[in-house]
């Protein structure tokens, strides 16, 4: 099992550009979630998504859209590029009841905002 | 979404027992409690989760106060690779993990 997959690993983008993250979820996985982490911060939740729908959002600004798949894969798009928008960017998916269950990350995505 | 506080930093040596410290005293009757690690460069990981009673798992033990407003993340024998970020997370419906700054563990060879 490949477990939580993100690519790019690393990416270097100007001011005022957009910018697509991609993730696949754990295997049997339904649910993925965004999380946003600064430097030195613990990671802060943007939006999780279930069944291709936006199920929750954390606080962030309508320039972060997401997209789920049929396959349950997910896209993070960020528009008009802010510096600080950079950061990394991690995906967690994960299954069944939230109270209990366990969210599986992935390695993240380093954005870089220049 | 109720809040959690954990020290800063922590430091053990390895082959010792660590006990990391977690205070929630507003937290609900349904609140689960949930521990993460982050290790260097990697995204957080699954540790362990408790509701009332204490929990064992092949990574670390949960002591929960009787209480319910702190926990106690024990690791009964701290490697070299244990060294990371512990986040200690209550979830109570909410489909987010809200995560605070965490405690930063060192562990010296």
């Known amino acids: 099992d490949a477990g939580v997959t993100q690519s790019p690993t690393h990416l270097i983008k100007t001011r005022g550009q957009q910018v697509t993250l991609r993730c696949s979820p754990k295997?049997?996985?339904?649910?993925v979630s965004w999380y946003q982490q600064a430097l030195g911060q613990g990671p802060q939740f943007i939006f999780q998504?279930?069944?291709?729908?936006?199920?929750q959002r954390g606080n962030f600004p309508d320039r972060f859209s997401g997209h789920q798949f049929p396959n349950y894969s997910s896209e993070l798009n960020v528009n008009a590029l802010l510096l600080g928008d950079s950061a990394l960017y991690l995906c967690?998916?994960?299954?069944?009841?939230?109270?209990?269950?366990?969210?599986?990350f992935g390695q993240g995505t380093r954005l870089t905002v220049v | 979404d109720a809040k959690t506080t954990q020290p800063n930093s922590m430091e053990s040596n390895e082959e010792e027992p660590v006990h990391l410290p977690c205070n929630h005293s507003t937290i609900s009757g349904t609140d689960y409690i949930h521990w993460y690690r982050q290790l260097p460069s990697q995204g957080p990981e699954y540790v362990i989760h408790?509701?009332?009673s204490n929990v064992n798992n092949r990574m670390a033990s949960l002591a929960i106060a009787e209480d319910r407003k702190s926990s106690t993340l024990i690791l009964h024998r701290a490697t070299l690779r244990d060294a990371a970020v512990y986040y200690c997370?209550?979830?109570?419906?909410?489909?987010?993990?809200?995560f605070g700054q965490g405690t930063r563990l060192t562990i010296n060879p």
């Open positions: 998504y279930y069944e291709e729908e936006e199920r």
């Open positions: 997370i209550l979830r109570g419906g909410a489909q987010k993990l809200v």
């Open positions: 295997s049997g996985h339904d649910t």
């Open positions: 408790g509701l009332t």
């Open positions: 967690a998916s994960s299954k069944g009841n939230p109270l209990v269950g366990e969210a599986f």
